[in-house]
């Protein structure tokens, strides 16, 4: 089994910053793609940034230039910097790991339980 541990979340004013952090455990050999996406209230859950393990990454429009995801292959942990944020931002945030490689050579996807964003003043 495969479990993904999400912290960093919490209640910030608009412009401000938070980092979200995401750690994977288990009998892991390695981990692919690993991404963010969230969910607001009566929307659908929607990718914001994922980063390969070749340190690729890629964003949705909205969080260009103000949300930064980076990762540590070797701590098997995936950070989301988000700066500037609206309060549009609000959601919870997942993590997930869609081919996760165990050293039993099997592949599995992994979600976090999620982690609530909420920016207000």
């Known amino acids: 089994q495969v479990q993904l541990v999400e912290s960093g979340g919490g209640l910030v004013q608009p412009g401000g910053s938070l980092r979200l952090s995401c750690a994977a455990y288990?009998?892991?050999?390695?981990?692919?793609?690993m991404g963010w996406y969230r969910q607001a209230p009566g929307k659908q859950r929607e990718l914001v940034a994922e980063?390969?393990?070749?340190?690729?990454?890629s964003y949705v429009d909205s969080v260009k230039g103000r949300f930064t995801i980076s990762r540590d292959n070797s701590k098997n942990t995936v950070w989301l910097q988000m700066n500037s944020l609206k309060a549009e931002d609000t959601a919870v945030y997942y993590c997930?790991?869609?081919?996760?490689?165990?050293?039993?050579?099997?592949?599995?996807?992994?979600w976090g339980q999620g982690t609530l964003v909420t920016v207000s003043s």
């Open positions: 288990g009998s892991i050999f390695s981990i692919g793609t």
């Open positions: 997930n790991a869609p081919r996760v490689l165990t050293i039993d050579n099997r592949y599995l996807a992994a």
């Open positions: 980063i390969t393990s070749g340190y690729g990454r």
